[in-house]
């Protein structure tokens, strides 16, 4: 190997490229020819700790773009300088490349020739395979470790190729990621070292399996004049407007204009999360009211609703102990009925984002000058997990606000499989990046599940997905508009939602196990 390549500035250079093979840029050779630089310059580490080194270089740039948008969340703190985004987005790649250095560094240990001295042999399929492995494992802990950051793993490139991202179904994201990584290892091996078999039974086996997902029937849709339709809105009001003294009712006139007219079939209308910035829960104290009572509230969006219409909606709640005193707050979401009375549960969410939704050692970091970025003093509580609503007229609809979606096999009640998903969210404060990305994972867990999903942002991309991961309507970024479609149905159970992310210890187990054997009859 060349010194160059393995410079720290080339390493850190080639993790920023690779994150190009997601949304918005999607060039997704890239991240195969960053996934596959990491493995040559893994292998060719003269030491374990140069392999982490490696590692954490290629990690470090790698996340740091693909997490630059981020510091957009800053720009609308008041208590917080815009320009300390940027270290943010510094600071989460630092912890970040933790998990690319684990996995080049658990590789190099178990399967390069330097880790037992034979440092005349060149790279073989036996440590691609181990490396596609350890990168499952590292992955999912990634997901998993301090509540979880699963945002963007790397099988995500692949939803705009449509027969490889379909393996979802089958794998699960994180398994797929590891397939992505052989991928990429196969074809360093034949690109630097003309080694074909690798890299043809890599990607034979990957033919396979996209040539089975794709004979897959695609999902239904209702049809008929009288067919449910589902009706997405987004009103275009941004993080900036919420400092503006009319913000409330603007935001609230924008979604009743957007939600149409009650029409001879049933409709089901869905609003982002947060956007009803008023209380729509009876039995607060009176004080807790002074912007609006909550049945004129629910009035205002009934008056959209013809008589078998119902609405989804978010906003906040708030929870009292027994002695009037504030607990915390839910960011929650409630179906609304055409006469203006909420459904008889509400949905809260409950993986919640650390610094964004409550400030961790609130009592330590609130002197030093530090708060959640989301306005308020009140901080939020995590609800039960994955719940459905039981929506008259639709069945039962899963919830999933905001970031909750990008965990995979986290996402559905399986007590109870739900006909779709609904996933609010506000990606205002996700700059040009964040919602792209977003709504690509949106669609990946449609793959996993086998079950469409209703995205709803106040500044978009809000969308109707598919039972597998395509746009049926959508309406782009920062436009106001409604994306409206026939009710798509779920598809089967997936083999994923039946087994979930053990899937991923599966195919993790089955490349460790072809590696022994690779080695094995090399000797």
């Not at 994201?173 to 196969?186: C, D, E, K, R």
């Not at 089975?212 to 900036?240: F, K």
């Not at 001879?264 to 209308?269: A, G, I, K, N, T």
């Not at 030093?368 to 997990?385: C, K, Q, T």
């Amino acid at each position: 190997m060349a010194p160059w390549a393995a410079h720290p500035l080339a390493l850190i250079l080639i993790g920023a490229v690779a994150a190009c093979g997601f949304a918005p840029v999607e060039l997704w050779p890239l991240t195969l020819i960053g996934l596959g630089w990491l493995a040559w310059c893994a292998h060719d580490a003269p030491s374990l700790r140069a392999a982490l080194w490696r590692g954490w270089l290629w990690g470090l740039g790698h996340f740091t773009v693909n997490n630059n948008w981020i510091q957009h969340a800053f720009d609308f703190q008041d208590r917080m300088p815009p320009e300390l985004g940027y270290f943010a987005v510094v600071a989460l790649a630092v912890y970040l490349a933790a998990y690319p250095a684990m996995a080049a560094g658990l590789a190099w240990r178990l399967a390069s020739p330097r880790s037992t001295g034979d440092t005349a042999a060149g790279p073989g399929g036996s440590f691609v395979l181990v490396f596609a492995a350890t990168w499952i494992a590292t992955e999912w802990l990634r997901a998993t470790m301090f509540t979880g950051y699963a945002w963007n793993p790397i099988g995500v490139v692949w939803v705009p190729v449509g027969p490889v991202g379909r393996t979802a179904a089958f794998i699960g994201t994180y398994a797929l990621s590891g397939v992505t990584v052989a991928m990429a290892g196969a074809a360093m091996l034949l690109v630097l070292y003309r080694r074909w078999r690798m890299a043809v039974g890599t990607a034979g086996s990957v033919l396979a399996v996209t040539l089975v997902a794709s004979a897959q029937p695609g999902p239904a849709t209702s049809v008929g004049p009288d067919a449910p339709r589902v009706r997405v809105v987004q009103p275009n009001v941004g993080q900036q407007a919420m400092q503006d003294g009319d913000y409330d009712p603007r935001i609230l006139t924008a979604m009743v204009a957007q939600s149409g007219r009650p029409q001879p079939y049933p409709r089901l209308v869905v609003w982002p999360e947060g956007a009803v910035n008023y209380f729509l829960e009876d039995g607060y104290p009176p004080d807790w009211y002074w912007k609006g009572r909550p049945a004129d509230i629910r009035r205002r969006i009934a008056s959209v609703l013809g008589p078998r219409d119902m609405a989804l909606v978010g906003a906040t709640a708030i929870e009292f102990g027994p002695d009037g005193e504030v607990l915390g707050a839910g960011n929650s979401v409630y179906a609304v009925a055409p006469d203006g009375s909420l459904g008889p549960r509400r949905y809260d969410k409950a993986h919640l984002v650390p610094y964004g939704e409550y400030l961790p050692m609130r009592a330590l970091l609130a002197p030093m000058g530090l708060s959640r970025l989301v306005a308020g003093e009140i901080d939020y509580l995590a609800g039960p997990g994955p719940r459905n609503l039981d929506v008259p007229g639709f069945g039962a609809i899963g919830m999933q606000i905001c970031y909750e979606i990008v965990f995979s096999g986290e996402v559905v009640n399986r007590a109870e499989r739900p006909q779709m998903l609904f996933n609010p969210s506000n990606d205002g404060w996700f700059g040009r990046w964040g919602p792209p990305q977003h709504l690509a994972q949106a669609r990946m867990r449609a793959i996993e599940e086998g079950l469409p999903i209703l995205r709803s942002t106040p500044t978009g991309i809000s969308a109707v997905i598919d039972a597998q991961g395509r746009l049926l309507a959508s309406v782009p970024h920062e436009r106001p508009g409604a994306a409206e479609a026939p009710m798509p149905r779920p598809l089967p159970p997936t083999l994923f939602s039946r087994m979930g992310n053990a899937m991923a210890a599966i195919v993790a187990a089955l490349m460790l196990g072809l590696a022994i054997a690779i080695r094995r009859r090399a000797r």
